[in-house]
């Protein structure tokens, strides 16, 4: 670690030291707005999601320099380059360069020249060259920009205050074809709820809805929002990772310069019907691809919808969410490997570890191919009966020759490739189980439910596949609360700050402040049990 003392910027008994990782940052003592320690988790998970990529890209790399008959080939670098285009403080980037082997360079930029201090600070503090972590003020669309007609960078992370719509467009122009793009959204206020729809549409090109899915639902938004803008440039991006976390999404996405792969995007583009009463949704994209002459494919234009106003199973109306993507939300490859390496490093590595591993099996168990899912409390309230185990009707599911899996976005849920019909008569068999209610009134929507004719031999013996190996094993796969006031923290204001503190957040829009309670309400959080590690507070040294 460099000598502080030798520095004249900064005097050290202003500040406050927090470690994170192999990082240790100052913050002015005086400035409780700007660490966020309930953020660690993403830190943790982007560190691994870029080691994960950097180690697959030099295989792909390596692989084509040995097949290569060039006789002049030359072995590929193996170093790469990041830019962090909203850095604040610098921990993210720090962190970074202390943590990932084989960077060259990581350019951290920043709006405000206190933040920039803030970073050249913390680089020097942790005893990192200026070359290697590049403190750059300017605006971050600016410097995006900048960089197309330039060396383009391997890896851009987008960690903004809110959205990061504003940055989409300039971070699929600086990154490199192959290169991996991090984004965070921590609006989802926004983007999981029926709260502001034209607010939703104006930053991500579709609309919300207040769903047992809405959290599903946001990563899909966010996911053809960037599609979106990297089919203008032709180029496509890939879904590595797509994570609901606590109050926020954070998404990896690899893009490819694959015109033709552009062509595919009609179909896995989309909109979703759902019932307001009991959950049913239909999804509907915009295209589909068959087979034509030859080798060459036929793109084709969607039929009319898929569904009446009126829900077929309760006659409840429905309304519909999206444009969004409804193709896969992660590369389970990816995924595999980001969990075996996660699993066998050394448990003070990573200080969410547990939660780590926990949230990655849940996303291996998911089903890639089938978008959105059913919550069993909803199910089990739309035809008023008593809630059972989820492996009861997971079992019936299974028996009934379909597939099912939880999801990493809410506890309790159900995704499955059976048709709705199938899920009302799992749901019919039960209630004449354990009786109908007496409370249901002739003509209500429970009792249209109920009134249909089941088409579905149901049998609730239990499945093998009916209880996931995520949770036999006893992972951490949902976090509780960590902490008291764990949402966002309040945006950065340079008038009540001084002029060393670090903004925690620069550019950015309009987005509302999301208090405690409307956070826990757009996240979703369930309590279940966590470790210890990942409830700790920041240590200072």
Not at 321 to 346: D, I
């Amino acid at each position: 670690m460099a000598d502080t003392n030798t520095d004249p910027t900064y005097n050290i008994e202003d500040y406050q030291k927090i470690k994170e990782g192999k990082a240790t940052i100052l913050f002015p003592k005086n400035n409780e707005v700007f660490y966020n320690p309930v953020q660690e988790f993403n830190r943790d998970m982007s560190i691994a999601a870029i080691k994960n990529w950097r180690d697959i890209t030099m295989e792909a790399k390596t692989e084509r320099f040995e097949k290569s008959i060039n006789p002049t080939k030359v072995m590929p670098p193996k170093t790469f380059t990041v830019l962090e285009a909203l850095a604040a403080s610098g921990l993210r980037s720090v962190r970074y360069a202390k943590e990932i082997e084989d960077i060259e360079y990581i350019l951290t930029n920043d709006l405000l020249p206190d933040a920039v201090e803030s970073i050249k600070r913390n680089v020097h503090f942790n005893g990192l060259s200026q070359d290697l972590v590049r403190a750059n003020q300017g605006d971050a669309i600016s410097v995006m920009y900048g960089y197309r007609d330039k060396e383009r960078f391997d890896v851009v992370d987008l960690d903004p205050y809110g959205t990061a719509a504003p940055f989409i467009d300039g971070a699929i122009h600086a990154v490199k074809k192959g290169g991996l793009i991090c984004v965070t959204c921590t609006d989802l206020a926004i983007l999981a709820s029926n709260n502001h729809p034209e607010a939703c549409f104006a930053k991500y090109g579709g609309s919300p809805l207040k769903a047992e899915f809405c959290h599903e639902l946001a990563l899909r938004l966010v996911i053809n929002s960037l599609q979106q803008a990297a089919n203008r440039q032709k180029r496509y991006i890939e879904p590595l990772l797509s994570c609901s976390i606590d109050f926020y999404v954070r998404i990896f996405v690899r893009v490819h310069d694959k015109p033709l792969m552009v062509k595919t995007v009609a179909s896995q583009t989309g909109v979703v019907h759902h019932c307001r009463y009991c959950g049913t949704y239909t999804t509907q994209p915009f295209g589909s691809i068959e087979p034509g002459k030859g080798a060459n494919l036929r793109y084709l234009v969607p039929s009319s919808s898929p569904v009446d106003q009126r829900c077929a199973h309760c006659d409840s109306k429905q309304e519909l969410g999206g444009p969004c993507w409804l193709g896969p939300l992660h590369n389970k490859e990816f995924v595999q490997r980001m969990y075996n390496s996660v699993s066998a490093t050394n448990k003070n590595m990573y200080g969410t570890q547990p939660r780590m591993k926990g949230m990655l099996k849940v996303i291996l168990e998911e089903l890639n191919d089938a978008p959105f899912h059913y919550n069993l409390s909803q199910l089990c309230s739309a035809v008023r009966t008593s809630c059972p185990p989820l492996v009861k009707i997971n079992s019936a599911l299974l028996n009934a020759g379909y597939r099912v899996s939880g999801v990493h976005t809410r506890q309790g849920s159900i995704k499955t490739d059976a048709p709705s019909q199938v899920v009302w008569d799992v749901m019919r068999a039960y209630v004449k189980e354990v009786g109908r209610s007496p409370k249901i009134e002739e003509g209500s929507y429970a009792d249209k439910i109920l009134s249909k004719e089941s088409t579905t031999e149901v049998s609730f013996e239990e499945n093998k596949g009916s209880n996931p190996e995520s949770r036999r094993i006893r992972l951490v796969r949902y976090q509780i609360n960590p902490e008291k006031n764990w949402g966002p923290k309040a945006r950065h204001s340079e008038t009540r700050t001084p002029k060393a503190a670090d903004p925690k957040r620069k550019q950015e829009d309009d987005a509302p402040a999301v208090s405690e309670s409307v956070a826990d309400a757009a996240a979703g959080i369930e309590a279940v049990s966590v470790s210890e590690n990942e409830n700790k507070k920041p240590r200072t040294e």
